[in-house]
T-cell receptor
Framework: DQQVKQNSPSLSVQEGRISILNCDYT??????FLWYKKYPAEGPTFLIS?????DKNEDGRFTVFLNKSAKHLSLHIVPSQPGDSAVYFC????????????FGTGTRLKVLA | EAGVAQSPRYKIIEKRQSVAFWCNPI?????LYWYQQILGQGPKLLIQ????????DSQLPKDRFSAERLKGVDSTLKIQPAKLEDSAVYLC??????????????FGSGTRLTVV
């Protein structure tokens, strides 16, 4: 049972435009969400986070939006740059016990110069 | 700050052989995680340590996988005997404070295991 889903395996965007990566989850107990970026042959790198008490968190070119009623979050990258080309994973955790993040399957973003 | 160190980077073994992976987390990070990432999938948590104690190993196939974290620092993950479906990247991660869920983990570069 895939509790965290990224239904788009890949996405191509022109440089300078907005990239929108989507993530859906099924467990209503999740209330912490992370986005990671992964380059080939490297480990994932933490990008941005959001808790369920907020619906938006912004860090430079990266903004994460959370819609709890729809169990949906999205990552917006504006403007997109070729260096953003990577695989993006969303991850979700509940507050029960220590935080154990469940990852989605990832979306490969390609930013075209 | 030095990152999470993992070795080896790559390993090829035959099925039924044994293999071990090593991880050195960021200094001072109390929590250490081992994740398995199969090609085309997201990372899946195998085991979580808090200092040298196991917090969660519910998804660790204990008939063949074992892990330890001696003295609450370095950790090793072992597979014995390996199966073809164990082919994956094994990622180690660490975090300073497990009760700060929005800080994220720091991952190592991983060990790519191929079982033939």
């Amino acid at each position: 049972d895939q509790q965290v889903k990224q239904n788009s395996p890949s996405l191509s965007v022109q440089e300078g435009r907005i990239s929108i990566l989507n993530c859906d989850y099924t467990n209503s107990m999740f209330d912490y969400f992370l986005w990671y970026k992964k380059y080939p042959a490297e480990g994932p790198t933490f990008l941005i986070s959001i808790s369920s008490i907020k619906d938006k968190n912004e860090d430079g070119r990266f903004t994460v939006f959370l819609n709890k009623s729809a169990k949906h979050l999205s990552l917006h990258i504006v403007p997109s740059q070729p260096g953003d080309s990577a695989v993006y994973f969303c991850a979700a955790s509940s507050t029960s016990g220590t935080y154990k993040y469940i990852f989605g399957t990832g979306t490969r973003l390609k930013v075209l110069a | 700050e030095a990152g999470v160190a993992q070795s080896p980077r790559y390993k090829i073994i035959e099925k039924r052989q044994s293999v071990a992976f090593w991880c050195n987390p960021i200094s001072g990070h109390a929590t250490l995680y081992w994740y398995q990432q199969i090609l085309g999938q997201g990372p899946k948590l195998l085991i979580q340590f808090q200092n040298n104690g196991v917090v969660d190993d519910s998804q660790l196939p204990k008939d063949r996988f074992s892990a330890e974290r001696l003295k609450g620092v370095d950790s090793t993950l072992k597979i014995q005997p390996a199966k073809l479906e164990d082919s994956a990247v094994y990622l180690c991660a660490s975090s300073l404070d497990p009760h700060s869920p929005l800080q994220g983990y720091t991952f190592g570069s991983g060990t790519r295991l191929t079982v033939v």
